[in-house]
């Protein structure tokens, strides 16, 4: 098992605090990146067209992947 964080992001100013889960593989980390961008933007409609982004990063801090909270129109 792998210590992922995920955290929301405008990408320049606003970083929340981070939420770190134990999952087995990078594609399961990306599935539930996705899986929490759409679920909070399905909870709180009022966050789409923001540029906000889940960012999920690895045990070491790097950056893995970015996922945004709605698709870019």
Sequence with gaps: MQTFSYFFTDLTDFKSMPI????????EALNCATFIARE??????????KGLCVTVCDQKGETISIVPLDPIS
């Design 20 to 27: 770190e889960m134990k999952l087995g593989t990078h594609e």
């Design 40 to 49: 909070m933007l399905e909870r709180m409609p009022s966050l789409g067209s």
